[in-house]
């Protein structure tokens, strides 16, 4: 199994989730869109919705989500493909399936996306044991007193966290054992790589971690 952490973001920069519409729409296409069957058409508010509370259809899964994270202007994955071609079909489902749902929202027409997903391959083991926590700190970016945390910057890790563990826009709530969207995750791969519970695993690496070490890693 090859593990890929994946991320696309608005053309010129912009805003690709506007409001709590935008990103429940983008939750419903990670489900609905890993599928092999082709994806049906939803193009309406009333047509999506959290596949949690709602009876789920039968599909045929084509990749895993180990992680994700939605921001304002670009999205943060970490896939596994289940069949061959799996990791391609997948994104080009959910981003044209979102592409076109935005711009018909916003009557705007062209390119959403700034360009080809950005996907690079998790090889080392460092690099596997910190992906999810980077995943689940990008909201951080919001937080006044955390946005320096890749510097290694917070006021206050237990501050950081009460933030997060209220940020639904991640799969960090469902590590936690915290129901948000678990239809969407598949958690096994990374529970049995930590000594503690999640939520205390990250504030020990909030405490710990280094970010300029790993600066390399990073996709942006």
């Known amino acids: 199994m090859e593990l890929f952490h994946v991320l696309n973001r608005g053309v010129e920069k912009r805003n690709l989730f506007l409001d709590d519409r935008d990103r429940f729409r983008f939750v419903h296409d990670l489900y609905e869109f890993n599928d092999s069957a082709p994806a049906p058409e939803f193009t309406r508010y009333r047509d999506f919705v959290n596949p949690d509370i709602y009876n789920v259809r039968q599909r045929k899964r084509i990749v895993d989500v180990h992680g994700w994270c939605i921001m304002g202007n670009h999205y943060h994955l970490l896939l596994s493909e289940l069949v061959e071609g799996g990791l391609s079909l997948f994104l080009r489902k959910l981003n044209v399936g979102y592409a076109n749902y935005f711009n018909e929202r916003y009557k705007r027409s062209g390119t959403l996306f700034q360009g080809r997903t950005k996907k690079i391959l998790i090889e080392s083991d460092a690099h596997f044991l ?72 990250l504030k020990s690496w909030l405490k710990d971690i280094e970010i300029s070490s790993i600066q390399s890693l990073l996709l942006e």
Do not use: V
Not at 147 to 153: D, L
Not at 155 to 176: G, H, N, T, V
Not at 177 to 189: A, C, E, G
């Open 130 to 201: 910190y992906i999810l926590h980077y995943l689940h700190l990008n909201p951080l970016d919001f937080l006044r007193g955390a946005r320096n945390w890749r510097n290694g910057e917070i006021a206050s890790a237990q501050s950081a966290l009460a933030y997060l563990e209220k940020y639904r826009w991640s799969s960090y709530m469902d590590y936690c054992d915290k129901k948000n969207f678990p239809s969407i995750l598949t958690k096994n791969l990374f529970e049995g790589s930590y000594n503690k519970k999640y939520a205390q695993e």
